[in-house]
């Protein structure tokens, strides 16, 4: 791998909305040197919900689909007073 300073990654954070809820938005975009660091560029962050985590995919793919927060339950009434 060269040292080239073209990004390899795009950065998402995960927004909650509501309690079981999320989606990934866009955040930066990252690149990995030769000797295999990392270097994270974020543009912008979510307000509210952001606990800080970055996930990296290489550019072109998606991340995966968010998993809901509270597995198990299921009462939509929950989501509807927030």
């Known amino acids: 791998?060269?040292?080239s300073k073209?990004?390899?990654h795009t950065a998402y954070a995960l927004k909650r909305e509501?309690?079981?809820?999320?989606?990934?938005?866009?955040?930066?975009?990252?690149?990995?040197?030769?000797?295999?660091v990392i270097?994270?560029?974020l543009d912008r962050t979510p307000i509210g919900?952001?606990?800080?985590y970055?996930?990296?995919?290489?550019?072109?793919?998606?991340?995966?689909?968010p998993e809901p927060e509270?597995?198990?339950q299921d009462s939509e009434a929950?989501?509807?007073?927030l």
Not at 78 to 81: H, M, R
């Open 18 to 36: 509501g309690k079981r809820y999320g989606k990934w938005l866009e955040i930066g975009n990252a690149r990995q040197d030769s000797a295999g």
């Open 78 to 81: 929950e989501d509807a007073c």
């Open 49 to 52: 919900g952001f606990n800080g």
């Open 6 to 8: 073209a990004p390899t």
């Open 39 to 41: 270097h994270v560029y």
């Open 1 to 3: 791998m060269t040292d």
């Open 54 to 65: 970055a996930y990296l995919a290489p550019i072109g793919a998606q991340p995966p689909l």
């Open 70 to 72: 509270r597995p198990g």
